[in-house]
T-cell receptor, first 111, second 112 residues
Framework: KQEVTQIPAALSVPEGENLVLNCSFT??????LQWFRQDPGKGLTSLLL?????REQTSGRLNASLDKSSGRSTLYIAASQPGDSATYLC??????????FGTGTSLTVIP | NAGVMQNPRHLVRRRGQEARLRCSPM?????VYWYRQLPEEGLKFMVY????????ESGMPKERFSAEFPKEGPSILRIQQVVRGDSAAYFC??????????FGSGTQLSVL
């Protein structure tokens, strides 16, 4: 069974700083990895999806990378803004169309 | 194309009552997933369904909980004889297959 870990559990940074969120998974036989954002009391919003054949995906200030061999994915946020404050979750899709979620990183960007 | 629709948004039940949570997937999506989230905790997988079939229910308690995704109509997560420990946010997600997951806004269940 796939185990997904996210470190750190919480992160506070001043506005404008670049930051990296980490996601580790135990089963390298991963089909894709998706990063989500969750605001308090809300559902999850998909940010980026990386296929197993890809190394990275970019959307605006966000860049996600995937290294299957080491079982790691990172989400890079450039020039952070207070509006980026949220919980960020990664989910790996393994065999059987099952998606395994990490416990998330709670990000606070301080104005 | 409307997103994943969940209703009700909030549901209050007394202990022993039944809770029925509904999820209409995005148009064209035949895969539905249900997750439960407790405060300050991550998403816990409950059940994965395709039209008229339960594919994986390994995350769902054996008693009191059931799920269905009929040929017509929304997916239903049913909790019988609710207890206070069932209070949580329940999220539904849909997918066209093996690609992206799209989430609904969730149903917040409160058991008094």
């Amino acid at each position: 069974k796939q185990e997904v870990t996210q470190i750190p559990a919480a992160l506070s940074v001043p506005e404008g700083e670049n930051l990296v969120l980490n996601c580790s998974f135990t089963d390298s036989a991963i089909y894709n990895l998706q990063w989500f954002r969750q605001d308090p009391g809300k559902g999850l919003t998909s940010l980026l999806l990386i296929q197993s054949s890809q190394r990275e995906q970019t959307s605006g200030r966000l860049n996600a990378s995937l290294d299957k061999s080491s079982g790691r994915s990172t989400l890079y946020i450039a020039a952070s803004q207070p509006g980026d404050s949220a919980t960020y979750l990664c989910a790996g899709r393994s065999t059987g169309n099952q998606f395994y979620f990490g416990t998330g990183t709670s990000l606070t960007v301080i104005p | 194309n409307a997103g994943v629709m969940q209703n009700p948004r909030h549901l209050v039940r007394r202990r022993g009552q039944e809770a029925r949570l509904r999820c209409s997937p995005m148009k064209g999506h035949s895969h539905v997933y249900w997750y439960r989230q407790l405060p300050e905790e991550g998403l816990k997988f409950m059940v994965y369904l395709q039209k008229e079939n339960i594919i994986d229910e390994s995350g769902m308690p054996k008693e009191r909980f059931s799920a269905e995704f009929p040929k017509e109509g929304p997916s239903i997560l049913r909790i019988q004889q609710v207890v206070r420990g069932d209070s949580a946010a329940y999220f539904c997600a849909s997918s066209p297959g093996s690609e992206k997951l799209f989430f609904g806004s969730g149903t917040q269940l409160s058991v008094l």
